[in-house]
Antibody, heavy 121, light 107 residues
């Protein structure tokens, strides 16, 4: 079964750091670009960051550029999001998502269940 | 950055109704558009990719059309399981952006 399982969310103070992980299974992880997408409570979807299949290229939304770092370990079939200098507006459910095809920019056909990040003092 | 505008934001409909949701891009995205369905407390699910291609396992009552800057998602006969929020998303280039969502409610 194709599956993505996020972990690492929690409550953190403003200015703090958190590292999210997304464990992939059931598909050839190294062949697909991956992304993080977030959703604030009761709000819409916001793309956060993406990484190419071979880890050569990374992309970020302006709202997180310079604070978040996306990475992947294809040997562990795991995607990561290192989040530093966290702000209240980063509070959201964070989803990892798999690109549908072998394009480096693609629709997302598989999503994880999400992990909640709350930034508050 | 490419902005995606969805309309309406809320739609009230009955079972059996034909429903159409519109998504407009701020610049041409060719056919690089996807539609997702999201139910409360759940992750989004892909319905349509490349503007009109039906994702595997998605019922044929869902269809997509359009190119350039104007796109539509149509549900030919609304079913009880279809009451949810729908999002469009472009994937023409990074940064990716989603529309604001359309909540389909029971009339």
């Amino acid at each position: 079964e194709v599956q993505l399982l996020e972990s690492g969310g929690g409550l953190v103070q403003p200015g703090g750091s958190l590292r999210l992980s997304c464990a992939a299974s059931g598909f050839t992880f190294s062949s697909y670009a991956m992304s993080w997408v977030r959703q604030s409570l009761g709000k819409g979807l916001e793309w956060v960051s993406a990484i190419s299949d071979s880890d050569d290229n990374t992309y970020y939304a302006d709202s997180v550029k310079g604070r978040f770092t996306i990475s992947r370990d294809n040997s562990k079939t795991t995607l990561y999001l290192q989040m530093n200098s966290l702000r209240a507006e980063d509070t959201a459910v964070y989803y990892c998502a798999k690109g549908r095809g072998d394009y480096q920019v693609d629709a997302f056909d598989i999503w994880g269940q999400g992990t909640m990040v709350a930034v508050s003092s | 950055d490419i902005q995606m505008t969805q309309s309406p934001s809320t739609l009230s409909a009955s079972v059996g109704d034909r429903v159409t949701i519109t998504c407009r891009a701020s610049q041409s995205i060719s056919r690089w558009l996807a539609w997702y369905q999201q139910k409360p407390g759940k992750a989004p699910e892909l319905l349509i990719y490349k503007a009109s291609s039906l994702e595997s396992g998605v019922p044929s009552r869902f269809s997509g059309s359009g190119s350039g800057t104007e796109f539509t998602l149509t549900i030919s006969s609304l079913q009880p399981d279809d009451f949810a929020t729908y999002y469009c998303q472009h994937y023409n280039s990074y940064p990716l952006t989603f529309g604001g969502g359309t909540k389909v409610e029971i009339k």
